[in-house]
């Protein structure tokens, strides 16, 4: 992986180790530089969005390299379920993956399999790729080295997740629960309210359950009394929005300051 020799451990972890991370999404911006830029602004990991972005994987292939040597580590959200998005991408070096609409133990188990080495899963092996900085591992420990530090997160954001999560729970090799509260919502038919109602309701519930299991949560939440109260019950894995909503609210910052100024100003 890109950054397995950090000096502070891999995400994965860090996680484990009790702390708390912060990320955002990247569903639009392309740039070879994007993790030193993220790096700089104190961001621990960067999801590319492969389900509702347009990332192919000749442009991550492009971009994770920018990564190296970084504290901030990129993580890449599937489409779907598959092995032609997960082989290639383990391949390519990223630091975990997240899966969406998880609903079932058939879906966790799949996702487990899909991610790890044997025996805890059925990856395949292929060196001599970004992951092993294009070497042929000797020693035979690489294997379980990538198992320790590539991070598994599953979304759960619909009614039927939700109503499967005590078996989802039970699948060995789940990293991180994650809420997706747009999604929950629209499955659930009710507003999407991470402050109350029903999809906090449902959120926490997902979250106390997950900590009562030892697995991480993992919100998208920006509201820091929200963050606060959410880490209580076991969320550690947080994305403050993503880089469209970011890199509007910078522009509209900026304009809006200069037109206020130009209308006191200019005649």
């Known amino acids: 992986m890109i950054n397995r020799h950090m000096a502070d451990g891999s995400l994965r972890r860090r996680l484990l180790a009790g702390e708390m991370v912060y ?95 044997p025996p805890a899963g059925k990856r395949g092996v292929a060196y001599c790729r970004p992951h092993s900085f294009f070497k042929n591992p000797t020693g035979g420990h690489f294997p379980e080295e990538a198992n320790e530090n590539t991070l598994l997160v599953l979304q759960i954001e619909t009614a039927k997740g939700v109503e499967h999560l005590d078996e989802i729970l039970a699948v060995p090799g789940i990293d991180v629960i994650f809420v997706g509260d747009a999604d929950l919502a629209q499955s659930l038919g009710c507003s999407d309210n991470m402050e109350r109602g029903q999809v906090r309701d449902v959120a926490e519930r997902i979250l106390r359950t997950a900590n009562s299991r030892k697995i991480i949560g993992g919100v998208n939440v920006v509201d820091p009394e929200i963050i606060a109260k959410l880490h209580e019950i076991g969320a550690r894995f947080v994305t403050l929005t993503g880089d469209v909503d970011l890199f509007i609210a910078g522009l509209e910052k900026v304009i809006k300051n200069q037109r206020t100024w130009s209308k006191g100003t200019v005649h």
């Open 23 to 117: 990320g955002l999404f990247i569903v639009e911006l392309r740039a070879p530089g994007m993790g030193v830029l993220i790096d700089t602004a104190g961001y621990d990991f960067a999801i590319f969005d492969m389900e509702h972005g347009s990332y192919t994987m000749s442009e991550l292939a492009a971009m994770l390299p920018g990564f190296s040597g970084c504290h901030c580590v990129p993580l890449v959200r599937v489409p779907t379920v598959r092995r032609e998005f997960f082989q290639p991408l383990l391949d390519l070096g990223v630091s975990g993956i997240v899966v969406p609409m998880v609903e079932s133990a058939v879906d966790a188990r799949m996702c487990v399999d899909l991610m790890k080495y």
